[in-house]
């Protein structure tokens, strides 16, 4: 239902310094404005947003951006100079964790797409969520499957677009934490279908402005959680 997740926004205290971290130690390049910043990293516009508009973006977001494996290891040594990444061997594949300016645990792993820029997309977002089973509901109603569940922790991994995990309240690896009010885009083939799966279920559904002169008119809704979904035609 749901085919590419097409932008995130993270909520930052202060742009200029926020921005200013993301150039400098992740190499991303894009555009600012009074309030945000923009950066394209593979399908995903990776936002900066000081608070200012509804929805903000998200807080203390854990979100996991996917590196070649032949770029990993000098990923680990640049932000090594500067910090102290934690470091996980999933066995299928590597991450290191760095935590920005704003708290958001940035995850550079190879578990996720392959291709030539040094980092290739976002493969996997974190939500912090009142109620596993609900949220579970929820998302499986978007297309999400349920791949894994925790042993130990209250979570649940699920496959769509990105991995997209469901936390109920606890510090993961490196202390990430699931994201708090987090504002997420969806391109899909049919975004009154993706509405109507879950009107049901959501606090809010509103129709917004494209802003970005595609055309069409995306939908917007706000799950149980607090958590903004944007669905606009591929």
């Known amino acids: ?47 900066l947003r000081e608070p200012s508009t509804v929805p903000r973006g998200g807080l203390h977001v854990h979100y996991a951006l996917s590196t070649p494996e032949d770029r990993y290891e000098d ?10 990444p934690v470091e996980f061997d999933f066995g299928s594949a590597r991450s290191l964790y760095v935590d920005d300016p704003d708290g958001h645990c940035v995850e550079i792993g190879t578990g996720g797409s ?3 820029d040094p980092l290739t997309g976002v493969f996997e977002v974190a939500l912090e969520v009142e109620d596993l089973a609900r949220a579970e509901a929820f998302y499986g109603d978007l297309g999400f499957e349920v791949v894994d569940r925790g042993d130990g922790r209250e979570r ?29 885009r ?22 917004v402005e494209s802003g970005d002169g595609a055309g069409g008119e995306p939908h917007r809704v706000r799950d149980p959680d607090g958590h903004y979904l944007t669905f606009h035609a591929e």
């Open 156 to 184: 649940t991994r699920l496959s769509g677009p990105m991995a997209l995990e469901l936390w109920e309240p606890q510090r993961g690896i490196a202390d990430a934490r699931g994201a708090v009010h987090a504002d997420l």
């Open 186 to 207: 969806f391109a899909t083939p049919d975004p009154e279908a993706a509405v109507e799966a879950v009107a049901e279920r959501a606090c809010r559904v509103e129709t």
């Open 75 to 84: 990923w680990l040594a640049d932000l090594a100079e500067q910090f102290d």
């Open 1 to 47: 239902m749901l085919s590419t997740l097409s932008a995130l926004a993270l909520e930052v205290h202060h742009l200029d310094r926020a921005a200013d971290w993301y150039e400098t130690h992740l190499g991303l390049d894009g555009d600012r404005s009074e309030h945000e910043a923009r950066y394209q990293v593979g399908e995903t516009t990776l936002v």
């Open 114 to 116: 392959d291709g030539d």
